[in-house]
C-alpha cells in the first residue's frame, strides 16, 4: 500500500499540505503518515472532512450540527 496509484503526490507531500493548509493547533502537529498508511484511521480523515467543510462552507463547526 506505500506505492498509490491514484494520487499524483506521495503521502508525504499530502501530510504536509493538509496540515499547512486545512488543519490547524494541535490537530495539524498531530497529523503523521501513520495516520494514513497502511490503513486510513476514520476519526482523522473524519477530522479533515468536516475542516474542509468549514473552509468550502465558511460556517463554524457548531452549524453543521442539529
Known amino acids: 500500500m506505500e506505492t498509490l496509484s491514484f ?3 506521495n503521502i508525504a507531500e499530502i501530510v504536509v499540505h493538509i496540515r499547512n493548509k486545512l ?7 498531530n497529523l503523521s ?18 475542516r474542509a467543510l468549514q473552509l468550502v462552507y465558511g460556517v463554524r463547526l457548531e452549524h453543521f450540527y442539529m
Open 33 to 50: 503518515k501513520s495516520d494514513f498508511l497502511p490503513n486510513p484511521k476514520p476519526e482523522v480523515l473524519y477530522m479533515i472532512y468536516m
Open 23 to 29: 488543519l490547524t493547533g494541535a490537530d495539524g502537529k
Open 7 to 9: 494520487p499524483r503526490y
